[in-house]
């Protein structure tokens, strides 16, 4: 009776929202992208 609910793998918390970091890293890593293949063509 004394164990509670399992706490399951570390990393599955639904309360923790990454998703709004991830797509500006994406974004963020995108815009950069397409500024260094301009930068290659003459």
Do not use: E, F, H, T
């Amino acid at each position: 009776m004394a164990q509670g609910d399992d706490p399951g793998l570390p990393g599955n918390d639904p309360d923790v929202a990454i998703d709004g970091g991830i797509s500006l890293l994406l974004a963020a890593g995108a815009v950069y992208g397409i500024k260094k293949i301009r930068q290659l063509k003459p």
